[in-house]
């Protein structure tokens, strides 16, 4: 059950970063506009102001974990000595990661 909801909710980063996120949250605010548009004030102009800013920052987030795993993965293919299974690291859930680096730094 906890590893089910860890993958849910990483791939919900994962999605939240793409542009059909934005696309939702417009959609959304169409909906709003058109079916209920007395209700839509300041608070609910703050609230889709919060939603977009979160994807931005969710968005910029994601392209530089992925701009650094990249890299990561170039140096790690350059490097001749590096051990092959730290490549896939970026595909295990973060949790596991920290365990991972926490066994890391025991060992040494």
């Known amino acids: ?8 909710l ?5 999605v939240t970063a793409r542009p059909i996120a ?7 605010t169409v909906a709003w506009l058109i079916f209920d548009r007395g209700s839509f004030d300041m608070h609910g102009g703050a609230a889709l102001g ?7 920052i969710q968005r910029a987030a994601h392209r ?6 990249a890299k990561l993965d170039e140096l790690l293919r350059a490097h001749g000595d590096a051990r092959s299974e730290m490549a896939d690291l970026d595909q295990q859930e ?3 990661i920290e365990d991972r ?8």
Do not use: C, N
Not at 10 to 14: D, F, L, M
Not at 22 to 28: G, H, I, K, Q, R
Not at 50 to 56: E, P, Q, V, Y
């Open 22 to 28: 934005f696309v939702a949250v417009s959609l959304y």
């Open 64 to 69: 530089d974990t992925q701009a650094i795993q």
């Open 101 to 108: 680096r926490a066994a890391e730094k025991r060992r040494l």
């Open 1 to 8: 059950m906890t590893s089910t909801m860890h993958r849910s």
């Open 94 to 96: 973060p949790e596991d």
């Open 50 to 56: 919060a939603w977009f800013m979160t994807l931005f």
């Open 10 to 14: 990483t791939s919900i980063g994962v």
